[in-house]
């Protein structure tokens, strides 16, 4: 089970595909791919290890979000 927020949607600037950006958190069972042929993987990475993934930045809502969720 998953606690889902939908943080927003855009047209990706450098991939120029549609993308929903959501933000999730387990609380029960396991992360995982439902659907392959629109997720590649799910990764769970701190903070510091977002760049790796998105060396571009974050999507503006996405960044809020994360500077909200984790101040505690």
Do not use: N
């Not at 392959?36 to 930045?57: F, H, K, N, R």
């Amino acid at each position: 089970m998953v606690a889902v927020i939908r943080l927003g949607e855009r047209v990706h600037p450098i991939t120029s595909r549609q993308v929903s950006y959501t933000a999730c958190k387990v609380v029960g069972g396991t992360a995982h791919v439902a659907d392959a042929d629109e997720i590649a993987e799910v990764a769970w990475v701190t903070l510091p290890e977002i760049p790796q993934s998105i060396p571009y930045g974050l999507f503006k809502p996405v960044q809020q979000h994360l500077d909200v969720a984790l101040r505690s």
